[in-house]
Each structure stands twice: as C-alpha cells, then as structure tokens.
T-cell receptor, first 109, second 115 residues
C-alpha cells in the first residue's frame, strides 16, 4: 500500500517563503505531484517530479529525492491568495494517484 | 474551468437511499478517476477507469459501484447510504500521456449530504 505524511498546518506571512514537506512509503513509485485546493473547490495541479531534483514553476518549486522517499513544495513571495490546502500525491502505476491528507497553509498580512 | 463536468453539484438525501453521481471528462481524456473527500480528510481514491475498462480500485465500499460508458462519461452509484458517506465526491480525468506529466484535471465535485 501507500502512505504519505505531510504537516497538517503551516502559517506564514505575506512575502515570506514556506516549505511543505512530504514523506512517502509506497509499493511502486513513478513520481510525486503537488495539488492546491481552495476551500473545498477542485484540486488543481501545481507540479510533478518524476526524477530527483528541483522543478521550478514561477513562485512555486518542487523537489524530489527518490532515495529518501521525500519531497517538498517551496512557495516563494507568498501572497494572501496562496492560503489553501496543499496535497502531495504519489503516482503508482496506471497514473493512479494516492494523496496525502493535505497541509493547510495560512498566509497572514 | 478544468473541462471536467460533474452533476449534481449538491445532493441531500436520507440514509438507506441510493444516488448516482455523473462525470463527463475533458474532451480527449480516456481515464476517469473517482475520489472521496470527507471533512478534514485528504482525497481517498475510489476507482479508475480507462476507455471503459476498470483500471484500478482503491478503498471503494461494496455499496458503491461505478462504470464508464462508451462515450467516456462515468457514473458513481452509492447505495444503502449511511451518514458517514456524506462527503465531496470528485471526478478527475487525464490524457493518454499523463504518465509523463502526472496531471489530473478535477471537476468541481458533488457534495453529498446524508441525513
């Protein structure tokens, strides 16, 4: 089976940098994705790491270490609109995604 | 707008009843996934279909069933409903090459309330 661990809540101020960690245990691993969800809305895709290293997309970056079964999402220049839940998700064959329980990010002025 | 359409958006029903949730994937996407999200919980994978065939099954209860039709839309049937089935049910779709990008496109969800 699969299990993922990520912090339940992170707080930060506008303009700051925050890192959300994710550790996983899985049988069969193809990659790690990150999704953002605002207030029960549709989860939206942020990034994907299939190989070790850093992927950068604007203010967001994601990192993967397959040997450590570890990844993180880095959010820079935080804005109020970044307040949301962030989910890491493991890909394990046939594009099946297993999600973590999510990290609620609260950005304050 | 992801291009994935789910109906109904909201549904209130009683224990013991049966409901059907419907999902239309994005044009060209062959895979459909169903996820359940309960209050303060992550997204629990239920089932995946690819071009009409069941591809993977997660923690789906025996009271729940799903299918994908020839036009690729999918339906999730929930029967003998219990209070604990109250949740957001999301459908997602992915293109044939999603293994390279890891991206699923989620609908807005169907919020089921069982009273």
């Amino acid at each position: 089976g699969q299990s993922l661990e990520q912090p339940s809540e992170v707080t930060a101020v506008e303009g700051a940098i925050v890192q959300i960690n994710c550790t996983y245990q899985t049988s069969g691993f193809y990659g790690l994705s990150w999704y953002q969800q605002h207030d029960g809305g549709a989860p939206t895709f942020l990034s994907y790491n299939g190989l070790d290293g850093l992927e950068e997309t604007g203010r967001f970056s994601s990192f993967l270490s397959r040997s450590d079964s570890y990844g993180y999402l880095l959010l820079q220049e935080l804005q109020m609109k970044d307040s949301a839940s962030y989910f890491c998700a493991v890909h394990s064959g046939y594009s099946t995604l297993t999600f973590g329980k999510g990290t609620m990010l609260l950005v304050s002025p | 707008d992801s291009g994935v359409t789910q109906t109904p958006k909201h549904l209130i029903t009683a224990t013991g009843q049966r409901v059907t949730l419907r999902c239309s994937p994005r044009s060209g996407d062959l895979s459909v996934y169903w996820y359940q999200q309960s209050l303060d919980q992550g997204l629990q994978f239920l089932i995946q279909y690819y071009n009409g065939e069941e591809r993977a099954k997660g923690n789906i209860l025996e009271r729940f069933s799903a299918q994908q039709f020839p036009d690729l839309h999918s339906e999730l049937n929930l029967s003998s409903l219990e209070l604990g089935d109250s949740a957001l049910y999301f459908c997602a779709s992915s293109p044939p090459n999603s293994g390279n990008t890891g991206e699923l496109f989620f609908g807005e969800g169907s919020r089921l309330t069982v009273l």
